[in-house]
């Protein structure tokens, strides 16, 4: 009995994550804002703009915009996974909602993460020439650990499956 009571509490504890998907969503309205700011703050000073400058950014833009995908994604895949079904019957469907395991989004996360880093590293590069080689190279050096990360990642999640098709 107190088994079964014990199972029923941990069970509903799931709607313990459910806040800090709301968060999620407020973070990302957050960085709606920033990304106007920037977008407004660009459409002003187009003219006098240098082009390095206007490439960092649209560079910063497109950070953001990835940022904002990433959220979306964790908000509602972890909320399917972990929560509770999101019936979307009504209204537009995401076509890979109710398809992300864990698994493939730590993946997702993984390239993301990946490719938030790249956009950084260009923007880095960009201004090398105000920048130290030692601080350039540690910017490389990150830039490689996620990127290496993300193939292990890729990699282990291929041999797990490779390992289930057997059965």
């Known amino acids: ?98 398809k992300l395991d864990a698994g493939a989004l730590k993946l997702k996360v993984a390239t993301s993460i990946v490719a938030i880093s790249s956009i950084h590293l260009l923007r880095i590069f960009m201004e090398a020439q105000e920048l130290p080689n030692d601080k350039i190279l540690w910017y490389v050096v990150l830039h490689m650990t996620f990127v290496v990360s993300a193939v292990l990642m890729g990699v282990m999640d291929r041999l797990a499956l490779a390992g289930n098709r057997d059965h």
């Open 1 to 98: 009995m107190f088994e079964k009571y014990f199972e029923k509490i941990l069970f509903a504890a799931r709607w313990l994550l459910a806040p800090i998907y709301l968060g999620l969503a407020v973070a990302l309205i957050a960085l709606g804002v920033k990304f106007f700011q920037e977008a407004f703050h660009l459409l002003m000073h187009v003219p006098e703009m240098a082009e390095a400058d206007l490439v960092l950014t649209v560079l910063a833009m497109i950070d953001l915009s990835l940022v904002g995908s990433l959220i979306v994604m964790v908000m509602f895949s972890g909320y399917e996974n972990f929560v509770s079904r999101i019936d979307a019957e009504g209204t537009e469907s995401l076509g890979w909602l109710g």
